[in-house]
C-alpha cells in the first residue's frame, strides 16, 4: 500500500507539500486498485505519523518536504520513500509516476539531497534524537 499526504479526503485530492502535519492520507491499495483516505494519528509529529503508517502496512510513502526524522523513522520502518518534487500533483499522477520509476526513491545514500523539512530555518523541527 502507497501513502500519500493530502490535505481533504477525496479522489479530486492533490498531494499535500506537508508530511507529518498533513490532516489524512490516501492509501492505495494495489490488490484492490482503489483509495481509501485515512486520518493521520500523528498530525503534529512526523515520526509517530511514519509510526502510525506502519501500523496501517503501508509498504510506501511520498512526500514534497520531509525531515530527518520522520525519514530514519520510515526506513528504520522499512518503507519505501519517494519523493515526488515541491509541486502538488493528483492521485493518478503520483501511482502512475510511482509504476514508470519516475520518482526518485530516497535512501540513506541520497537523503540529504532530498530532504528538506519545509521549515524556514531549513532545519528538521520534529523534536526527536534522529535515533
Do not use: W
Not at 530527518?68 to 499522477?93: C, H, M, Q, R, V
Amino acid at each position: 500500500m502507497i501513502a500519500i499526504p493530502v490535505d481533504t479526503a477525496s479522489m479530486e485530492a492533490r498531494s499535500s507539500k506537508l508530511f507529518g502535519n498533513v490532516t489524512a492520507f490516501a492509501i492505495f491499495d494495489r490488490s484492490e486498485k482503489a483509495f481509501h483516505f485515512v486520518p493521520n494519528n500523528g498530525k503534529g509529529d512526523g515520526i509517530a505519523t511514519a509510526k502510525a503508517l506502519k501500523e496501517l502496512n503501508v509498504n510506501a510513502v511520498t512526500y514534497s518536504y520531509m525531515g530527518n526524522g520522520p525519514f530514519g523513522a520510515l526506513d528504520k520502518a522499512g518503507i519505501d520513500i519517494f519523493y515526488i518534487g515541491k509541486e502538488p500533483l493528483s492521485l493518478g499522477t503520483i501511482i502512475e509516476g510511482i509504476d514508470t520509476n519516475n520518482f526518485v526513491k530516497v535512501v540513506r545514500e541520497n537523503a540529504e539531497t532530498y530532504l528538506d523539512p519545509g521549515t524556514a530555518t531549513g532545519n528538521c523541527q520534529c523534536g526527536c534524537s534522529h535515533d
